[in-house]
């Protein structure tokens, strides 16, 4: 079945699916029932059945999933059997920091360059990745088939480098700069933006209910 005309939110929690299956997998875990996987997931069984049931239900009565189908189906409905090439663009301490993480790698995300404007940054390796120049990027991205920029340059440079990127063939970008691309590019680029401080704040206002509650409660 294709995945067209499955909601928002059930594309939003393939991620953790896949995360899920891909530790069972590590563990050895071949099958697992919707109740299994619920209980560790912290999803209703119900709410599983349904969301696996929009890709055709991989499960089967008295069986329960294959860990590996399931695992492997939901990497391709997410477009991660395949390789995509990435740059970073601001080689600061978000830039070096995401360049550094290896992980991407094994799902696919290949980051093939980093780029800065700063000269003293020119020629310093991250993880082996050289730090190129800006003006060297029409043609990087060119030659090495480079299909998503990871924006880590301050929020004052964003649109003008998005518009930039998109006109040298970029795809995608991945936002880190908090600033809104979408006015700016065509409708066929994807945007996906990144605020670690919501994840925080959402954090703060959890411990903040947690707290008034165990006050009340007192
Ligand atoms: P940083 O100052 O360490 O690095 C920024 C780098 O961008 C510098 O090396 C600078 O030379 C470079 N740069 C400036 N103009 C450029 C241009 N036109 N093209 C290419 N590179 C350029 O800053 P840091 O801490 O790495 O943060 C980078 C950005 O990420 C900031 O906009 C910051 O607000 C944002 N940020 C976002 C987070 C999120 O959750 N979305 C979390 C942390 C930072």
Do not use: C
Not at 24 to 48: F, P, W, Y
Not at 104 to 131: A, H, K
Not at 148 to 155: F, G, H, N, Q, V
Not at 167 to 184: C, K, P, Q
């Amino acid at each position: 079945m294709s995945e067209k005309g499955i909601s928002k939110a059930v594309i939003k929690r393939l991620p953790r699916y896949y995360r899920y299956l891909g530790e069972l997998l590590e563990a050895g875990v071949e099958r697992i029932s919707s109740g299994e996987l619920s209980e560790r997931m912290k999803v209703t069984a119900s709410q599983i059945r349904q969301d696996l049931n929009n890709f055709g239900g991989f499960g089967q009565q008295g069986y329960g999933y294959n860990v590996r189908y399931l695992h492997d189906e939901i990497g391709k409905i997410l477009g991660l059997n395949r390789i995509h090439n990435m740059v970073i663009i601001g080689a600061g301490n978000l830039g070096q920091a995401l360049a550094n993480y290896a992980s991407f790698e094994r799902s696919g995300f290949r980051t093939v360059g980093l780029f800065d404007v700063n000269p003293v940054l020119q020629g310093v390796t991250v993880r082996g990745i050289p730090i190129r120049m800006v003006d060297e990027l029409p043609e990087f991205i060119k030659e090495n088939k480079v299909e998503i920029a990871t924006l880590t340059l301050p929020k004052s440079r964003a649109k003008e480098m998005a518009q930039l990127l998109v006109e040298y063939g970029i795809r995608a970008i991945w936002n880190f700069a908090h600033t809104d691309l979408n006015l700016v590019l065509p409708r066929d680029v994807i945007v996906e933006n990144v605020h670690l401080s919501e994840s925080l704040m959402r954090l703060s206002y959890n411990l903040t209910s947690y707290e008034e509650k165990h006050k009340t409660n007192k």
